[in-house]
């Protein structure tokens, strides 16, 4: 069975779990890391959420708003209600997954400091309309969220490099992966070294502990998600068996992991660093097999496809139906996982009730109308075929 997610490290990758990793090995994937978004700067993580949590707390900011995408992932106010700030949710612009920017303006008050960006799926923010609310709102600071978009571009910019910095999550269903980790890039040296000087206050240093249950991990979910394998993942994973290491959130609680305040262990950046000499290759198949979708699938009345611009980066090829189980059902049948990675509308969440929330609740009708096409490695365009066969149906 093919998973509806999975990194791009074949099986042999799996000997990597064996290599002793160099004592610098963490700098050594910053560095490299930089080199590709092309930064001044890249600093590492345990956790794109602990990236989030630590540049707030660089920028000086507590007890400020922060404005975010509604329909997002939930570890991202998460991380703004740890920094000691307070989420203000933006709705989706209809016929969109992305923020409404003109109610992003009327969510703006005097104690708003900063506005999460995020490019969800890949499908890159519009710079020029951003540019627009930072020259009406210069009090504002941009902060990308690249966690599903990584180095994606607007009309030829680059999105990470538009605003006071950028975060990402290197779990294993992003683009790239570190095992977990998270990473921020920025090109203002002060705002580096603040970010660095709050890592140190906050995260404490990965011990053998650490980088050894990395490495379990590592083997056991590369296993795991292997398509001769994955037919049984799956079926353990519907009994509920697995759920300790893939329910990532308790809707009635803002928490974090038990680790977000440890260091990446050095074997999650020699993984990253692997990953990073690929990043063209990695995006590349995506965009293929995003592309193959989107031309089998256009005119399909039923369907309504994402947009697929130019320099989107698919994290996700995300179709919307009134039908989805029963397209889930049928991919199942034909051996293909398919699936509906934000199925929440995050301030619908308890954990969120009381939080101020701009909009009518665009993003409240895509909750189980959704359809995560796979775009990974896995998928070769035999695979494609079949899932847009399934889809047409
Ligand atoms: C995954 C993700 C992050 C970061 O997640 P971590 O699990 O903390 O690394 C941030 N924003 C979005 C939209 C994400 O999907």
Redesign the pocket.
Known sequence: MIPRLSPDIPLAGLGQALHPSPPDAVDRFEAAFAEVAGTRHAIA?P??????ICLLQAMGLKDRQIIC?SY??V??PH?IEYSGNESVFVDVSEDSFLMDMDLAEQAVNERTKALIA?S?FGEPVDLDRLARFEERFPAVAIIQ?C??SFFCSDKGKPVHKHGVAA?????F??ILTSV???MVTTDDDDLAEAIRTSRARTVSAAGLKKEISRRLYYVAALCALNPVMFGLTWRLSRLGVLDRFIR?FDEFKIDM?AD?LTEMAPFEAMIGIGQLKRYQDIVSHRRMIAGRYHHALSGAKHLTLPPNPEGATF?HYVVRTDDAARYLALAEDAGIELGE??DYFVPDLPAYKDHLSFGAGIGRRYVGRVVNLPVHRGVDVGVANRVATIMQQ
């Open positions: 993580f956790y794109g959420r602990t990236a989030l995408p997002t992932c570890v991202v991380a995020t969800l969220d966690a599903h975060i990402y999550g290197l779990n269903s992003k977990f980790g998270g990532y992991p977000y994290s990675l934000i």
